[in-house]
T-cell receptor, first 114, second 111 residues
Framework: EPEVTQTPSHQVTQMGQEVILRCVPI?????FYWYRQILGQKVEFLVS????????KSEIFDDQFSVERPDGSNFTLKIRSTKLEDSAMYFC????????????FGQGTRLTVV | GEDVEQSLFLSVREGDSSVINCTYT??????LYWYKQEPGAGLQLLTY?????DMKQDQRLTVLLNKKDKHLSLRIADTQTGDSAIYFC???????????FGSGTRLLVRP
């Protein structure tokens, strides 16, 4: 079965440092997303990406966040200056286009800001 | 805006059926999904249903959709201890393909 791959599985960083979370979506999918889940809470939408640009972003996705698809396969989320409240599980997702639009999520990157 | 609601907790005995309920607000949602999350793990796609269907069955899983009431349910037959997890329902916005998640229902299966 196709899968979305995320690296690293766990990242510990100091407050104020930059982090880059990486994702390899499913190859023939066209829509890519980042979500986050603070421990014990809801899965929250951060940003969607289609046709090499951001199609939608939430209030959470402020100037500290950016996304990129640098080489046609990887999809990255950068947090410029991490805060304690950025500690969460970050999920990447990709969705195909067409009738059978399965939405697959990666296993997540647990980000811990200390 | 769109909202998805689920009850927070369900406890069943092993071998019984579990029914997890979900309500959503966006009547234009074309697809509705169920995901399973085990402790510390990612979101595993269990099944999804297209809005022109009332029911979808996949082995022990049955999804029922009442589009008029915007109500979705997931029935797990012969529930096993390995089914203990958090179950999320999600609706997909048609315009953006964005998924909106419920808060998740924690299913506890007692031996």
């Amino acid at each position: 079965e196709p899968e979305v791959t995320q690296t690293p599985s766990h990242q510990v960083t100091q407050m104020g440092q930059e982090v880059i979370l990486r994702c390899v979506p499913i190859s023939n999918h066209l829509y890519f997303y980042w979500y986050r889940q603070i421990l014990g809470q809801k899965v929250e939408f951060l940003v969607s990406f289609y046709n090499n640009e951001i199609s939608e972003k939430s209030e959470i996705f402020d100037d500290q966040f950016s996304v990129e698809r640098p080489d046609g396969s990887n999809f990255t989320l950068k947090i410029r200056s991490t805060k304690l409240e950025d500690s969460a599980m970050y999920f990447c997702a990709s969705i195909s286009e067409g009738l059978n639009t399965e939405a697959f999520f990666g296993q997540g990157t647990r980000l811990t800001v200390v | 805006g769109e909202d998805v609601e689920q009850s927070l907790f369900l406890s069943v005995r092993e071998g019984d059926s579990s029914v997890i309920n979900c309500t959503y607000t966006d009547s234009s949602s074309t697809y509705l999904y169920w995901y399973k999350q085990e402790p510390g793990a990612g979101l595993q796609l269990l099944t999804y249903i297209f809005s022109n269907m009332d029911m979808k069955q996949d082995q022990r899983l049955t999804v029922l959709l009442n589009k008029k009431d915007k109500h979705l349910s997931l029935r797990i037959a012969d529930t096993q201890t390995g089914d203990s997890a958090i179950y999320f329902c999600a609706e997909r916005e048609d315009s953006s393909y964005k998924l909106i998640f419920g808060s998740g229902t924690r299913l506890l299966v007692r031996p």
